[in-house]
């Protein structure tokens, strides 16, 4: 079994400023781990994904995240937010046994403000 | 390429009534997932196909059902509709052998009054 735990479901930063989302998550086996965003009225969109190679992942749009073993942790940063980093971001996990269902978290809104 | 695709895009319904949801997978995907996505959470598992055989079901309950055709397509079908249904209906592709990745497509809004 596998879940994942946001924290925070709302983020608010300024522009400019340092992007930092949580994800923690529990897998009862080698994980892939997933981060997505979210604009309103639109589907998922794929940011990065940890397939258990590099643990420092870098992905789209400036995005990168790390994954960490001992804290079970995947948290998403962006050194500098943009305007149009603004959507709702979901983590998720994935067991490499069953390649066709994901676990999310709730998500977490970011908000940037000028 | 494009990517995956559903239908309708949007759709309104009345309780007890029946709907259907359609994706179509990216071209060379086998693999199709269906996730609910009620507002302010994140997607729910419904059902995952794969070569046209379920491989996966969430906690849902026999009112939900799919299937999968022979060009892989899948259809999404939920009988005796609750106002609980009421959610973003997404749709992913995945190919066996890119690390189990799933594509989204933009989803179906259904709206049950």
């Known amino acids: 079994a596998q879940s994942v735990t946001q924290l925070g479901s709302h983020v608010s930063v300024s522009e400019g400023a340092l992007v930092l989302l949580r994800c923690n998550y529990s897998?009862?086996?080698?994980?892939?781990l997933f981060w997505y965003v979210q604009y309103p009225n639109q589907g998922l969109q794929l940011l990065l994904k940890?397939?258990?190679?590099?643990?420092l992942v870098k992905g789209i749009n400036g995005f990168e995240a790390e994954f960490k073993k001992s804290e079970t942790s995947f948290h998403l940063t962006k050194p500098s937010a943009h305007m149009s980093d603004a959507a709702e971001y979901f983590c998720?996990?994935?067991?490499?046994?069953?390649?066709?269902?994901?676990?999310f978290g709730d998500g977490t809104t970011l908000t940037v403000k000028p | 390429d494009a990517g995956v695709t559903q239908s309708p895009t949007h759709l309104i319904k009345t309780r007890g009534q029946h709907v259907t949801l359609r994706c179509s997978p990216i071209?060379?995907?086998?693999?199709v997932s269906w996730y609910q996505q009620v507002l302010g959470q994140g997607p729910q598992f419904i059902f995952q196909?794969?070569?046209?055989?379920?491989?996966g079901r969430g906690n849902f309950p026999d009112r939900f059902s799919a299937r999968q055709f022979p060009n892989y397509s899948s259809e999404l079908n939920v009988n005796a509709l609750l106002l609980g249904d009421s959610a973003l209906y997404l749709c992913?592709?995945?190919?066996?052998?890119?690390?189990?990745?799933?594509?989204f497509g933009p989803g179906t809004r259904l709206t049950v009054t």
């Open positions: 196909y794969y070569e046209k055989e379920e491989r």
């Open positions: 897998s009862s086996v080698p994980p892939y």
């Open positions: 992913a592709s995945s190919s066996p052998t890119g690390a189990y990745e799933q594509y």
């Open positions: 940890y397939t258990s190679a590099a643990t």
């Open positions: 071209s060379g995907h086998k693999s």
């Open positions: 998720a996990v994935k067991l490499n046994t069953n390649a066709g269902k994901s676990t």
